[in-house]
């Protein structure tokens, strides 16, 4: 509880002074790496969980990154990119297969939220933003460094939705976990 705490605290006051967020460490890269808004330590065996969602949102932003669980036994890590080819809906698939989840989703909220929290977000970057999410990175000019590894074996007990960057000699990629196994992007 203290480290919620604090960390909302951190980030609150990030948010104002519109510095960069860096979560995991005492020591970031600030001084060198000036367009990063949210970084992540490299500890080599942790990554970022993606919000699951059981209904798809009917109005995503551009650039909306999630665990898509509307069928828990066909979960999907996807992103919105607006694009409506046929059968797309602005939704492009980066998991490639299905996870069946529905143990996992067990252990999950199914609370609706409150009317008066459907609008709640950390902004990071801004003070205020027009997108719809949980965790908004808001800026022109800076973006978020994803938690990198050297290999997804290292990463002891994934969860679904969980994405990292692999930066390994002759190996960077984008890498997704869909519950059931990783999928990887490479440039």
């Known amino acids: ?105 067990t252990e999950q909220p199914t609370i609706a939220q409150a009317p008066e929290l459907s609008g709640s977000k950390a902004i990071i970057g801004s003070d205020t933003s027009s997108a719809d999410g949980v965790l908004v990175l808001e800026s022109t000019t800076r973006a978020m460094v994803l938690p990198m590894v050297s290999s997804t074996d290292n990463i002891p007990s994934p969860s679904p939705g969980m994405m990292v960057y692999i930066n390994k000699v002759g190996a960077k990629r984008l890498a997704v976990f869909n519950g059931s196994k990783w999928s990887y992007w490479k440039p």
């Not at 060198?32 to 059981?54: C, D, H, M, Q, W």
């Open 1 to 105: 509880m203290t480290k919620k705490i604090i960390l909302s605290g951190f980030i609150l006051f990030s948010i104002q002074s519109f510095s960069q967020v860096i979560i995991g460490d005492a020591v970031g890269t600030a001084a060198t790496k000036t367009s990063v808004l949210l970084e992540f330590a490299n500890t080599n065996n942790k990554g970022i969980v993606l919000p699951y969602v059981r209904t798809i949102p009917s109005s995503p932003t551009e650039g909306t990154i999630l665990l898509d669980a509307s069928t828990p036994t066909a979960v999907r890590v996807k992103y919105y990119n607006a694009n409506t080819a046929p059968g797309s809906n602005g939704w492009a698939d980066l998991s490639g297969q299905t996870a069946d989840i529905s143990t996992v989703l």
